[in-house]
C-alpha cells in the first residue's frame, strides 16, 4: 500500500490478556517508530527501530511491553497482561532513514476493561 | 535533554483569523523542526519542516521560521479556514538521536 498500516484499527480487551498490534511501514522504510497517544495527551514515545534492531528501547513504560520487527518490513508491539492504563491509540510510524520525516499510520485504539 | 513545549489549547477562532501557535524547543546537537497536523479521524501528517537555523518552513499557508535564537518554531498563518481544523503537533529531531520528540499538541477549530 501507499501508507503506513496498522490493524486492528480498534481493540477492546479485558484486563490481563495479552494484545499484539501489527504495523506495516512503507515498503524502503529502514526507520519504525512506535508511540502511544493518551486521551488529551501528547505523543509518547515507545521504541524506534532501524532495520529489524532496536537501538532505542527507551521508552517501554515496562516489560509488559515488547516489540518486534522482521528486516526491514512488519513490526508487532506486543502488551502482555493488559491493565487499564495501558488503554490508548497506539501509532506506528516510519521513515526512510532516521531523522527524515515521520509517515504514520492511523493507529490501532486499544480500550482495556 | 531533548524536548518540545507547546502553546496549550485548544484554540478557537474565526475564519480568516491570523493564526499563531508558540513552540519552543530544547536541544542537543542541531535539531530539526516540524509541525504535524491531524485532521479529524485521520493520522498525523506532516505540515512542513525546517532543518537549519533561519529555514523557512512553509505549506498549505501555514509558515514557521527556525529561530535558534530564541529556540522556537512558532506557527502562523494569515488567514485560516474551517477546514484548517484539526491538533497541531510541534516536533524535532537531533542528529544525535534516533528520536522524534513531540509537543502536547495544540487543538484549532476554526468557525464560519
Redesign the interface.
Given at each position: 500500500g501507499a501508507?503506513?498500516s496498522q490493524s486492528p484499527s480498534n481493540k477492546v480487551t479485558e484486563k490481563g490478556k495479552d494484545v499484539e498490534l501489527r504495523c506495516d511501514p512503507i515498503s524502503g522504510h529502514t526507520?519504525l517508530?512506535w508511540?502511544r497517544q493518551r486521551l488529551g495527551?501528547?505523543?509518547e514515545?515507545l521504541i524506534?527501530f532501524?532495520g529489524n534492531s532496536a537501538?532505542?528501547k527507551s521508552g517501554l513504560p515496562s516489560d509488559r511491553f515488547s516489540a518486534e520487527r522482521t528486516g526491514e518490513s512488519v513490526s508487532t508491539l506486543t502488551i502482555q497482561r493488559t491493565q487499564q492504563e495501558d488503554s490508548a491509540v497506539y501509532?506506528c510510524?516510519s521513515s526512510l532513514v532516521?531523522?527524515s520525516?515521520?509517515?504514520?499510520?492511523?493507529?490501532t485504539r486499544l480500550t482495556v476493561t | 535533554g531533548n524536548s518540545v513545549t507547546q502553546m496549550e489549547g485548544p484554540v478557537t477562532l474565526s475564519e480568516e483569523a491570523f493564526l499563531t501557535i508558540n513552540c519552543t524547543y530544547t536541544a542537543t546537537g542541531y535539531p530539526s523542526l516540524f509541525w504535524y497536523v491531524q485532521y479529524p479521524g485521520e493520522g498525523l501528517q506532516l505540515l512542513l519542516k525546517a532543518t537549519k537555523a533561519d529555514d523557512k518552513g512553509s505549506n498549505k499557508g501555514f509558515e514557521a521560521t527556525y529561530r535558534k535564537e530564541t529556540t522556537s518554531f512558532h506557527l502562523e498563518k494569515g488567514s485560516v479556514q474551517v477546514s484548517d481544523s484539526a491538533v497541531y503537533f510541534c516536533a524535532l529531531s537531533t542528529n544525535t538521536g534516533n528520536q522524534f520528540y513531540f509537543g502536547t499538541g495544540t487543538s484549532l477549530t476554526v468557525i464560519p
Amino acid at each position: 500500500g501507499a501508507g503506513v498500516s496498522q490493524s486492528p484499527s480498534n481493540k477492546v480487551t479485558e484486563k490481563g490478556k495479552d494484545v499484539e498490534l501489527r504495523c506495516d511501514p512503507i515498503s524502503g522504510h529502514t526507520a519504525l517508530y512506535w508511540y502511544r497517544q493518551r486521551l488529551g495527551q501528547g505523543l509518547e514515545f515507545l521504541i524506534y527501530f532501524q532495520g529489524n534492531s532496536a537501538p532505542d528501547k527507551s521508552g517501554l513504560p515496562s516489560d509488559r511491553f515488547s516489540a518486534e520487527r522482521t528486516g526491514e518490513s512488519v513490526s508487532t508491539l506486543t502488551i502482555q497482561r493488559t491493565q487499564q492504563e495501558d488503554s490508548a491509540v497506539y501509532l506506528c510510524a516510519s521513515s526512510l532513514v532516521a531523522e527524515s520525516p515521520l509517515h504514520f499510520g492511523n493507529g490501532t485504539r486499544l480500550t482495556v476493561t | 535533554g531533548n524536548s518540545v513545549t507547546q502553546m496549550e489549547g485548544p484554540v478557537t477562532l474565526s475564519e480568516e483569523a491570523f493564526l499563531t501557535i508558540n513552540c519552543t524547543y530544547t536541544a542537543t546537537g542541531y535539531p530539526s523542526l516540524f509541525w504535524y497536523v491531524q485532521y479529524p479521524g485521520e493520522g498525523l501528517q506532516l505540515l512542513l519542516k525546517a532543518t537549519k537555523a533561519d529555514d523557512k518552513g512553509s505549506n498549505k499557508g501555514f509558515e514557521a521560521t527556525y529561530r535558534k535564537e530564541t529556540t522556537s518554531f512558532h506557527l502562523e498563518k494569515g488567514s485560516v479556514q474551517v477546514s484548517d481544523s484539526a491538533v497541531y503537533f510541534c516536533a524535532l529531531s537531533t542528529n544525535t538521536g534516533n528520536q522524534f520528540y513531540f509537543g502536547t499538541g495544540t487543538s484549532l477549530t476554526v468557525i464560519p
